[in-house]
C-alpha cells in the first residue's frame, strides 16, 4: 500500500541520516576517536616529562603536541561529547519524536568533523601542525611568529569545528525549548534537560565570539595588525576568555545533568531540590561563566581584578547549591551501587578538588603565583578530566542500554573505574606541589630542581589512566559481541527516556506516559504500584 | 598571619595562601566524610527491605546554606582584596620612595634582560644580558623595594618569581609597572611563564639578592665597566 522509499545503504545511511539518534551516535563516535588521539599526545608528553632534559621528543614536536593535546581535547572531545549526550538524550528526555531542525544538526555534525580533520591534518604539513597554544595566542600565532600552514589548519579546524557545534547545540536547545511533551512544562523538564540549555544558552553568546576571532586571525595572518599595539594582545586574550571560559562549563553542565539522572535512577528518589537545582546550576552559574573571563588575565595587570574575583567566588554559591542537591538526592536513597553510580560519587570527589582549587585561582594575590603554573594545570585537569570524564562515564554507563539495547559489563566497568580513579589521582596531584615550587606549564625539559619524583608518579599515572581506557574499549566490544539484553527501562529511571524501547525506534515514542512531574517514570510506577 | 604589617608578596600570598588551604581542606573532608557515610549508610544490600526516602526538597534548608555559602565567599573575597589592596599598593609606594631601585626588564625570544637606567645625569645605563639559553643575573638588593618596568621585544612574556610568588605579562607597545621587595639574600630562579614559542622553556633568570652595601658596590663597578 504505502509508497516508501527503499532504505539506504548503512554506509550512505551513516552519512545522511537525520535521525538525532544517529547524528549523536555518529558525533559520540568520532569524539571516542579523537579522545584517543589527544589521549596518544598526552601520553608522549607525560612520557618526556618523567625526568629531567629531552628524551623521547623534541621540544617543537613537544609544542605542537601540548597545542594539540589541548585544542583536540577541548575543541574535538569534550565540547562534542556534551552535545552528543544533549543530542540523543534531549528529544527523548522530553518526549519529541526529533530533533528540531534535523538537517542543521547534520550539517553541524559533518562540519564539526571537516573542523577536526582539518587541524588534525596539520601534523601532515611540513611545519606541523599548530604550536601557539591552545588559545592561540597572538602575537605568538602570527605568521613570523608561528610560520607555517599548520597554524592556519589548526585556526580554520577550530573556526569550523565550533561553528558546527555551536549549530547543534541550537538544534537542543530549540528542541528542549519548543518540542516538549504535553503537559511536560518548564519545571518539569527533567535535571539533564536543563543542564542542556544552560550549556546552550552560553553556547549562543560565547561561541560565536571565538568563531569571529578565529576568522580575525586567519586575516591578521595574511595581512596584519588587528592585534598589533598596546592593545592587541589584550584584545585577543579578552575575546578569546569571553568564548574560554564559558565553554568549561559547556564541558561541565551535561554531566552533572547526567550524575543528577544517575543519581536519581539509583537511589530510587526525585532530584532533591530541584528548584534550586534549575536556578543555581542551569540560570545561576550560566549567567556567570559570562562575567568570569577576566580572572584568566589577572596577571596582565591591566583587568579590574577585585570585580572579576568577586564574579569568581559567585561560583561558590552555584557550585555549592549544586552539591547539596546531589547529596540530597543520595540521602536516605536505597543505593544500587552499579557503575554508573560509582562513577558519579567519584565525580563528586574529584571534581571537588578541581572546584576548590578553582577558588584558589579566582582570588589574583593568589593568581600571581598560580598562573600559568602546574598548579593550573592540575586544577583544570581535575575539572575536566577528573571531573567532567568520569561524569561522562556515569551518563554512558547509565545510558549505554537506551543506546544499544544492550548493557555494558559491570566486571569489567569496576575495574576500569578502581584503575582510573588510582590513575587520575597519580597523574594530577603531583602536579599541585609541582606549580607551587615553580614548575611552568608547556615545558618539554626541567632542570631538577627536586621536581623528578613527583613527574615520575604523574607519568606513571598517566599510564594506568591509558589502561584504564583500554579496559573500557575491551568492554565496549565484549558488550556489543556478546550481548546483554537491556529492556525499556533497565534501571527504573525517572524521565521518558525509559518509556521507549532500547534502542528507540526512529519515530522515537509509540505512546507517552502523562508527565506531571520532573520524573514522569516514576509517577507511573508509583500509580501501578 | 597579619595582613596588613606584610609588605613583600611573598607574605602576602603565604598568609592567604594558608587561609584559602585551610578552607579547602575543611570542605573537602565534610563533603567526603558525608559521601562516605551516605555510601556505607543507604546502600541497598544493607536493608534490602527499606524504601527510599520521599523528601524531594527542603528549601528552609537550603536557603540557610545558601546563605552560609555566600558568608563563606564574601569573606574569602574580603580576606583576598585586602591582600591585592597590598599587593597593588607595593607600586606606587615604590614610585613615591627615594630608596627604591629602578630595574627595566625586556623580555625577548629567549632570554631576558635587566637595565639599570642612570640615577643622576651623565651616568652610564647597565645592562645585564647572559648568551640564550642561560639565566641571566638580575642582581638587587635586600630589602630595599625594586620598581620594574617591564616590556617586550616580540610577543607575551611573563616575568615569574616562583619565591616571591608573583608573576607580571609584558608585551609589546606597552610599558608595565610593578613593585617587589625581595626579603632575603640568596640565589632564586626566575622564568618566563608564558609560552612565547619555539625555545620558551629554556627563558630563565637568576635573581641574586645581595646585601645593600654590596649591591651599591656591585652597581658602582658595573656603572665603571660600562663608563670605560
Known sequence: MSATLPAPAPLVDSLISVDHKSIARRLLAFSLLFFLGGGVMALLMRTELAEPGLQVVSTETYNALFTMHGSTMIYLVITPLALALGLYMVPLQVGAKSVAWPRVALAGLWLFVLGGIIMQSGWLTVGGPGRATWIGVAPLSELQRTPGSGQDFWIVGVLLATLGEWLIGMCVLTTALRRRAPGMTLMRMPPFTWTMIGTTLMMIFAFPVLIVLMALLFYDRRHCCLFDGAQGPLTYQELFWFYGHPVVYVMFFPFVGAVAEVFSAFSGRRLFGYTFFVASTALLFAALSSSVWGHHMFTSGRVNTKYFALTSHGIILAAGLEYFDLIGTLWRGRLRMNVALLFGIVFLLQFLIGGLSGIWVASPTLDFNANNSYVVVGHFHYTLFAGSVFGAFAGIFYWFPKWTGAFLREGLGKLQLAIMFVGTNMTFAPMFPLGERGMTRRIANYSDHGWETLNTIATIGSYLIALGVLVFLINLYVSLRRRRVAGPDPWEGPSLEWATTSPPPPHNFDVLPPVRSFAPMMDAREAAS | ?228
Not at chain 2, 632570554?111 to 640564550?132: C, D, H, I, K, N
Request: glycine residues 6%.
Open chain 2, 1 to 228: 598571619m597579619s595582613l596588613v604589617a606584610a609588605s613583600d608578596t611573598r607574605s602576602l600570598y603565604d598568609s592567604l595562601a594558608a587561609i584559602y588551604l585551610w578552607v579547602a581542606g575543611i570542605v573537602f573532608a565534610i563533603v567526603a566524610l558525608i559521601i562516605l557515610y551516605i555510601s556505607v549508610r543507604y546502600r541497598s544490600g544493607r536493608d534490602p527491605e527499606r524504601a527510599p526516602g520521599e523528601r524531594v526538597d527542603a528549601e528552609r534548608t537550603e536557603g540557610i546554606y545558601a546563605v552560609g555559602l555566600a558568608v563563606v565567599a564574601a569573606v574569602l573575597l574580603t580576606l583576598t582584596f585586602h591582600s591585592l589592596s597590598s599587593v597593588n599598593g607595593l607600586t606606587p609606594a615604590a614610585a613615591r620612595d627615594p630608596r627604591a631601585l629602578r630595574v627595566d626588564v625586556i623580555g625577548a625570544q629567549w632570554l631576558w634582560r635587566f637595565r639599570y637606567p642612570p640615577t643622576r645625569p651623565g651616568e652610564p645605563t647597565v645592562e645585564q644580558v647572559a648568551p640564550e639559553g642561560t639565566p641571566t643575573q638580575l642582581v638587587v638588593p635586600v630589602g630595599r623595594p625594586v620598581l620594574f618596568t617591564g616590556r617586550s621585544q616580540d610577543v607575551l612574556h611573563d616575568f615569574w618569581l616562583p619565591d616571591l610568588k608573583f608573576q607580571r605579562q609584558v608585551w609589546p607597545d606597552h610599558t608595565e609597572r610593578w613593585a617587589l621587595t625581595f626579603p632575603k639574600t640568596g640565589w632564586f630562579t626566575g622564568v618566563c611563564a608564558w609560552f612565547c614559542g619555539l625555545y620558551h622553556q629554556n627563558m630563565h633568570f637568576v635573581a641574586h639578592v645581595v646585601p645593600v652595601a654590596q649591591f651599591d658596590r656591585w652597581l658602582a663597578r658595573r656603572r665603571a665597566e660600562a663608563r670605560s
